[in-house]
């Protein structure tokens, strides 16, 4: 069954940039019709969509966030990558990654808690 | 700016209890919302789409209800396993989540 586990760094000082990754595992992450997002859950701002890339890099972005964010696909590597830059407090996050653009289905990784200070 | 928003925030119920939530949309979204619920340490699992389609594998005790602005989800029976947080989610433009509702 698809697995998605997140990592990176869990404290971003602010100014800086975030980089997350997300390795999928058992099944390809260019796979046909198939998408990725980036959804983060803070206790300030709730559960907020990021983005999402498919199958054909093609991305979509949260509007409010558009001009910090980047999201980008290693086909090589089978990883979602999320770059955030530059981070405030504000980003202070539990950032998951889904399967998924528009409803989120699952898998979704069990998360990676990054403050910003 | 597009809001969702869930009352109440939190509940307090007991096994066998019928539970309700609301979310009410600042714009009319047709039937373009979902449920999920959030247990602690863990991702949101999605319980209903399209407003009322039960997700294959979740239990008949949960149905969803609305159309246009207002939105219900219902457990007949709460389980010990329903406790925790549930969210509502449009997607009639790009994912917009509702505030939560815990249910405790």
């Known amino acids: 069954q698809v697995h998605l586990q997140e990592s990176g760094p869990g404290l971003v000082k602010p100014s800086e940039t975030l980089t997350l990754t997300c390795t999928v595992s058992?099944?390809?992450?260019?796979?046909?019709?198939?998408?990725w997002s980036w959804i983060r859950q803070s206790p300030g701002k709730g559960l907020e969509w990021l983005g999402y890339?498919?199958?054909?890099?093609?991305?979509s972005y949260n509007r409010a966030i558009k001009s910090q964010l980047t999201i980008s696909m290693d086909k090589s590597k089978n990883e979602i990558s999320l770059r955030l830059r530059p981070v405030t407090v504000a980003d202070t996050a539990l950032y998951f990654c889904?399967?998924?653009?528009?409803?989120?289905?699952?898998?979704w990784g069990l998360g990676r808690l990054v403050t910003v200070s | 700016a597009f809001k969702l928003t869930q009352s109440p925030s939190s509940l307090s119920a007991s096994v066998g209890d019928r539970v309700t939530i609301t979310c009410r949309a600042s714009r009319d979204i047709g039937g373009a919302l979902a449920w999920y619920q959030q247990t602690p340490g863990k991702p949101p699992n999605l319980l209903i789409y399209?407003?009322?389609t039960l997700e294959v594998g979740v239990p008949t005790r949960f149905s969803g209800r609305g159309f246009g602005t207002d939105f219900t989800l219902i457990i007949s029976s709460l389980r010990p396993e329903d406790f925790g947080t549930y969210f509502c989610q449009q997607f009639q433009t790009y994912p917009i989540f509702g505030g939560g509702t815990r249910v405790e």
């Open positions: 058992n099944v390809s992450v260019n796979s046909v019709n198939y998408y």
């Open positions: 890339i498919g199958y054909t890099g093609s991305t």
């Open positions: 399209d407003a009322s």
């Open positions: 889904a399967k998924g653009s528009t409803i989120f289905r699952g898998p």
